[in-house]
């Protein structure tokens, strides 16, 4: 089974400010993971996505992700925050090697951008 | 043009009533979902389809059904809607073969069932 949690249900930080969402997922094989960004009014967005092949991850818009095995964590950051950054933040896990390719989502962080 | 669409974007009902939210995609997946959004819930599933003949519930598919008319298009019905099916409602489409399973989104349909 796989699980994801993300600690915070809303985090607000200063433009400029560097941004750090937390997620820790559970799970009993290989995961996939990914950070998706949702702006008011819109669907999901990925961000970026964990596969394997390297442990901090790149995607759009400035953030990154690590993935740190031991510590069961994905956490995502970006050095300074813009005003456009302001959204909700799903974290989610599936599994390598699912034939259901079922994705399970996290509960979501709001992110607030003070000017 | 959007490579997944929804329709209705919003959607007003009555308690008892049938309702019906489409869905729609040019990315050529064979894989659809169904989700529904609720604050502090994050997406939950509904249902997913693997192709037209195949079917599958998801965590919480009482009191909804889905119809697969083609690879391109899956709908989400509500037979007799009730309040607490009020929710932000979000089709989406992966690519078995692309790696990581990730999913493409709709933009959403926000039902509120009075």
């Known amino acids: 089974a796989q699980s994801v949690t993300q600690l915070g249900s809303h985090v607000s930080v200063s433009e400029g400010a560097l941004v750090l969402l937390r997620c820790n997922y559970s799970s009993s094989v290989p995961p996939y993971l990914f950070w998706y960004v949702q702006y008011p009014n819109q669907g999901l967005q990925l961000l970026l996505k964990?596969?394997?092949?390297?442990?901090l991850v790149k995607g759009i818009n400035g953030f990154e992700a690590e993935f740190k095995k031991s510590e069961t964590s994905f956490h995502l950051t970006k050095p300074s925050a813009h005003m456009s950054d302001a959204a909700e933040y799903f974290c989610?896990?599936?599994?390598?090697?699912?034939?259901?390719?079922?994705?399970?989502f996290g509960s979501g962080t709001r992110l607030s951008i003070r000017p | 043009d959007a490579d997944v669409t929804q329709t209705p974007r919003n959607r007003i009902t009555k308690t008892g009533k049938r309702i019906m939210l489409e869905c729609s995609q040019t990315k050529g997946h064979d894989r659809m979902y169904w989700y529904r959004q609720d604050p502090g819930l994050g997406l939950r599933l509904i249902y997913y389809?693997?192709?037209?003949?195949?079917?599958n519930k998801g965590e919480i598919s009482d009191g909804y059904s889905v119809s697969r008319q083609a690879q391109a298009k899956f709908s989400l019905s509500l037979e007799s809607a009730i309040p607490n099916q009020t929710a932000l409602y979000f089709c989406?489409?992966?690519?078995?073969?692309?790696?990581?399973?990730?999913?493409?989104f709709g933009p959403g349909t926000r039902l509120t069932v009075l």
């Open positions: 989406a489409t992966s690519d078995p073969w692309r790696e990581g399973y990730e999913q493409f």
């Open positions: 389809s693997f192709d037209v003949k195949d079917i």
């Open positions: 989610a896990v599936s599994a390598v090697y699912s034939s259901a390719s079922k994705i399970i």
């Open positions: 964990y596969t394997s092949a390297a442990t």
